[in-house]
């Protein structure tokens, strides 16, 4: 099979598309050494995957450049184009986005949550909502086959897209291999010089944007620090996405939360790091007292599950897809509880009892994301739509 797969996020693969595209196309090319995937960018990426696997990039048109409409062109229509092109037989959209021309093919789309639909804030820009609404509306016209991340997943967006549940099959999403790594007591301080990482630190990753409840985690790491006694960080890694579209009302910004936690009285204590490289974030989860994310909503929750594969126990909002994904390996507590979370952050970090367990669960919990497994599933739904479209659409 020509497979076209829309490969928009590997020009961001810190985001949580950008890691889930990376992750998926590595584990294809660990497992499909036949059939040829052609994968479209809107820049040039570092590109290592086998000779099965090559890499088209599409400029976008020079207009409205960084808008929504300039992305939405590059989707529909460039891409659109590219099927014809390069003769592409099955189509694979790693986010919620089908080119035009997708519909006469066999094509297989991944929705991640139904987030644009969920908060105000992801409403208020004219231009995301009309995009955000455009793509749901033709990707809901066009879809042949939906993959979703959890089960939590799919009966939040099967209602706002109008798809039945049983023409959704949940895959769940795996890490890297560099969250398994074992760390050296060298490696261990070279990391710690190079970040100026001087005590003990809990650690955040996923975000900046406004449901990831940012607030409400510094201002429980205050009652933490100022009640409980704790001596060290809080390290905040990510930024806002530069190189895509993106509303900036769904954002939290760096400063404007620094700018909190002076309000809190622990401004020298919370940190903020840009975007890091994954060998680099897999040592920060290492090294962390605890991972933590009090988020009002996650389709899956991809931290979680690398906080898992590196022995990092993790204090988890008990909304979304968490409770699915981490089962019981992590404390799970009410977001909306400054003082609970702060209780679940202190246990995580001074109950050894608790450390070990949830350690030894979680690390026993990974197991069950096995990228191979995954890759050798989603290469079925390759055939099965291909098959189909054979059957359906030839003469």
Not at 40 to 50: A, R, V, Y
Not at 91 to 107: D, K, R, V
Not at 308 to 314: E, F, L, R, S, V
Request: with cysteine.
């Amino acid at each position: 099979m020509r497979i076209g797969i829309n490969g928009y996020y590997l020009t961001t693969p810190n985001c949580g598309i950008g890691q889930y595209s990376s992750n998926l196309l590595q584990a294809m090319a660990e497992t499909d050494h036949k059939n040829t995937y052609y994968v479209f960018c809107p820049k040039p990426i570092n590109w290592d995957l086998p000779e099965n696997f090559k890499l088209k990039v599409i400029y976008p048109m020079p207009f409205f450049r960084g808008s929504f409409l300039n992305r939405f062109y590059w989707e529909e229509y460039q891409l659109g184009q590219e099927i014809k092109e390069y003769k592409i037989q099955v189509w694979h959209g790693l986010y919620q986005s089908l080119p035009g021309g997708s519909e006469t093919i066999a094509n297989v789309v991944t929705i991640h949550d139904a987030i644009p639909w969920r908060f105000l804030a992801e409403r208020k820009q004219f231009s995301y909502r009309w995009y955000s609404d455009i793509r749901k509306k033709l990707v809901s016209r066009r879809a042949k086959k939906v993959i979703t991340v959890s089960e939590t997943a799919k009966a939040d967006f099967a209602f706002t897209y109008k798809f039945k549940p049983e023409t959704i099959e949940v895959i769940y999403e795996s890490v890297h291999s560099d969250f398994s790594q074992k760390l050296s007591a060298a490696a261990a301080a070279d990391f710690k010089q190079r970040f100026k990482i001087g005590r003990d630190y809990i650690l955040y990753v996923g975000g900046l944007k406004r449901h990831k409840n940012l607030r409400m985690l510094i201002k429980s790491f205050a009652i933490l620090v100022n009640e409980y006694g704790f001596k060290g960080d809080l390290y905040i890694l990510g930024e806002i996405r530069k190189t895509m579209a993106v509303s900036p009302y769904i954002y939290y910004r760096s400063a404007d939360l620094q700018r909190y936690a002076r309000m809190k009285h622990i401004g020298d204590r919370v940190k903020f790091i840009d975007f890091v490289s994954q060998k680099d974030l897999a040592v920060f989860y290492r090294l962390a007292k605890c991972f933590v994310s009090v988020s009002l909503y996650e389709g899956f929750g991809l931290p979680a599950v690398e906080a898992m594969t590196a022995g990092c126990p993790a204090v988890l909002s008990n909304l979304g897809a968490y409770p699915e994904i981490a089962a019981d390996t992590a404390l799970l507590v009410y977001p909306y509880g400054p003082h609970r979370i702060a209780q679940a952050l202190n246990t995580a970090i001074t109950d050894q009892n608790v450390r070990r367990t949830v350690i030894k669960k979680g690390l026993e919990r990974v197991k069950f994301f096995d990228r191979k497994k995954i890759a050798k599933r989603v290469l079925e739904i390759y055939q099965e739509v291909y098959d189909d479209y054979k059957v359906s659409f030839q003469p």
